[in-house]
């Protein structure tokens, strides 16, 4: 009887560090994760081709700004260059863009 009761002990003691060492798991992801996820999109903002997509689509945004005489449009496409590129680096475009993007943001 004496080595049932030391046999359950030691199931429930498994058991419970167990549970701790998952819960111990899920503190540390929750606390790293957002951390790098951080590093991962900043890493992504730095690539090639997201920065040669940005700046083709600024081009194009510039291309309709130009074409366009209608105000509503032009304040649109003011509207949505100052919510895709408000983060954006004015440093990485090219001379004609980076005064035209920052004309529209402001900044």
Do not use: H, W
């Not at 009761?5 to 199931?11: E, K």
């Not at 540390?28 to 920065?51: H, I, L, W």
């Not at 194009?60 to 680096?89: E, G, H, M, W």
């Amino acid at each position: 009887m004496r080595y049932f009761f030391i046999t359950v002990g030691v199931i429930i003691g498994l058991l419970l560090l167990d549970f701790l060492g998952n819960y111990y798991g899920l503190f540390t992801y929750g606390f790293f994760a957002p951390k790098m996820e951080n590093v991962r999109r900043k890493t992504f903002e730095n690539t090639q081709s997201y920065v040669q997509g940005k700046i083709q689509d600024l081009s194009n945004y510039k291309l309709q700004s130009d074409t366009t005489k209608d105000p509503d449009k032009k304040a649109a496409i003011r509207a949505v260059i100052r919510s895709q590129f408000a983060n954006f680096d004015i440093n990485q475009c090219p001379d004609g863009l980076k005064d035209f993007l920052q004309a529209q943001r402001g900044y």
